[in-house]
């Protein structure tokens, strides 16, 4: 039996619900090792090592390291492409592309605004960090221009890159998890009549189920 994957952060993250998403579609063995950021300990000599930025998700597949969540699903669909959902990262040139041009408009467009918003509307409170007004008013103005794109495209094409659920959609899945159940923001997708049949598909996936279990379960204790 092949060893399983490690994946190094604590699920609430974003970029490391994201990698889990993709291993569960994968149907890919993985064992979870949790970092508690609120210990500092993605800033340790042994974890930067294998996270140079000391952040998290870092992950290992046998001899190979790798950092950087929608990296590590891209080599995670390529190297299982033959188990799990096998068309999660498209099976030609052409359905890869449109993946691509999808993945990089999350990461380029749509991340930015909502991973602010995650911060501000979610994480600050519980933080006890003081929310930002100005970048919360600036991030929803400019997630709203994101959403009126993935609005039309979603008319055209069930999923963004075409009829088939793909890493591109995955890869919203833990940003809009956080706005549309944790902040009062829900309305940027719900009250979008293509966008918010789209994260019904998305967010009711098991892989996905599975994953938000994963976050509203206590840490495993260490000793
Ligand atoms: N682009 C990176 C972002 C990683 C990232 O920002 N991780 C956050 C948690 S979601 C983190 O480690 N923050 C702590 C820090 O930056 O010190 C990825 O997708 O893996």
Partial sequence: ????????????????????????????????????????????????????????????????????????CRYISEKYHNQGNKGLYGTNPIEKASIDQWLEAEGQSFNPPSSALVFQLAFAPRMKIKQDEGVIKQSEEKLAKVLDVYEKRLGESRYLAGDEFSLADLSHLPNTQYLVNATDRGELFTGRKNVGRWWGEISSRESWKKVVEMQNSPPPRRA
Avoid: N, W
Wanted: hydrophobic share 40%.
């Fill in 1 to 72: 039996m092949a060893t399983p994957v490690k994946v190094y952060g604590p699920p609430i993250s974003t970029a490391v619900s994201r990698v889990l998403a993709c291993l569960l579609e994968k149907d890919v063995q993985f064992q979870l090792i949790t970092i508690s950021m609120s210990k500092g300990e993605h800033k340790k000599p042994d974890f930067l090592k294998i996270q140079p930025f000391g952040q998290v998700p870092a992950f290992q597949d046998e001899s190979v390291s790798l950092f950087e969540s929608r990296t590590i």
